[in-house]
C-alpha cells in the first residue's frame, strides 16, 4: 500500500487472542499496517500471527516489535527463525546489542526473507527520560545516545531506528533521509500519555520527518477502533 495507508501502524497489544483478531480486522482496512509485540507473540506464538494476518487485508503490512538482545549467533537464529516463518515487513532488534549483534542479525534477515524484511534497532524506549536513564547506567544526554546508538545500526546496515519522536530532527541529520524512523509514543491532541514520557501528535511527527508512526491505545482504546483509525488517518492526509 502506499501513501498515508502505510503511514500509521497500530498496535495491538494485548495477550487476548479474539480481541486481537477483533481489532485487527477492524483497523488493518483503515491504517494498512499493524504492529504486535511481545506480549503478543509469547502469548499465542506465530500461529497467533497467523490468525490475526489472515483477517487483514492483503498487503497489510506487519511490524513484529519482539526487541530481540542477546549474543550475535542467538539473536541472528531468532531473526532467521522469524523471517523464514512469515517475512513481516519490519522486525527489530535492540541497537544496545551492539555492532557484531546487529551485524549478524541483518545479514540473517536478508538471507533468510529475501529482502522482503527491514530490520530496525530501538535506541533508548519512550518510557525512559533522562532521570531513568541515568539509574540503568547510560552517560547523561538522551539525545545525544539516541543518535550514538542510531548511527551505530546505520554503520551495522539496519534499515532504520525505533525513536522517540523528539530525536526525529537529530536523527534526520545525523542519518539522512533514507534512514527510517519508526516512531511509537504518537498521541492525537487530547489523548491520555499512558506510561509514555515523549510523546507527539502525528502531524508534528510526520512533519519532523517521521518515516512510520506507531498508535496503540488512542485506537484500540476507543469504542469504535476503527472510526478513531479514520480520524488519525484523515488528519494526517
Excluded: W
Excluded at 111 to 122: E, M, P
Excluded at 202 to 210: D, I, K, S, V, W
Amino acid at each position: 500500500m502506499s501513501g498515508s495507508y502505510s503511514l500509521i501502524f497500530c498496535a495491538i497489544d494485548t495477550p487476548d487472542l479474539q480481541r486481537a483478531v477483533d481489532l485487527s480486522a477492524q483497523v488493518a482496512p483503515v491504517t494498512g499496517a499493524i504492529k504486535l509485540g511481545l506480549e503478543f507473540f509469547n502469548s499465542f506464538g506465530p500461529q497467533g500471527v497467523e490468525r490475526v494476518m489472515a483477517v487483514c487485508p492483503t498487503g497489510t503490512q506487519l511490524f513484529l516489535d519482539l526487541k530481540f538482545h542477546d549474543i550475535p549467533n542467538t539473536v541472528a537464529g531468532a531473526v532467521r527463525s522469524i523471517c523464514r516463518g512469515f517475512a513481516p515487513a519490519y522486525l527489530n532488534v535492540h541497537a544496545a546489542g551492539g555492532f557484531a549483534m546487529m551485524e549478524g542479525a541483518k545479514e540473517a534477515c536478508e538471507a533468510a526473507s529475501g529482502g522482503r524484511t527491514k530490520l530496525l534497532a530501538v535506541t533508548v524506549l519512550t518510557s525512559l527520560d533522562e532521570t531513568a536513564l541515568g539509574a540503568v547506567g547510560y552517560q547523561p544526554g538522551l539525545a545525544e545516545r539516541v543518535v550514538q546508538m542510531a548511527k551505530l545500526a546505520q554503520d551495522s546496515g539496519l534499515d532504520g531506528v525505533v525513536c522517540s519522536s523528539h530525536e526525529i530532527a537529530a536523527l534526520r541529520a545525523a542519518c539522512g533521509a533514507d534512514f527510517e524512523l519508526m516512531v511509537p509514543g504518537i498521541r492525537p491532541a487530547g489523548a491520555a500519555l499512558g506510561d509514555q514520557k515523549r510523546v507527539m501528535s502525528p502531524q508534528e511527527a510526520l512533519g519532523l520527518g517521521a518515516t512510520h508512526l506507531v498508535v496503540g491505545r488512542p485506537i484500540t482504546g476507543a469504542d469504535d477502533p476503527a472510526e478513531a483509525a479514520r480520524a488519525i488517518v484523515g488528519g494526517i492526509q
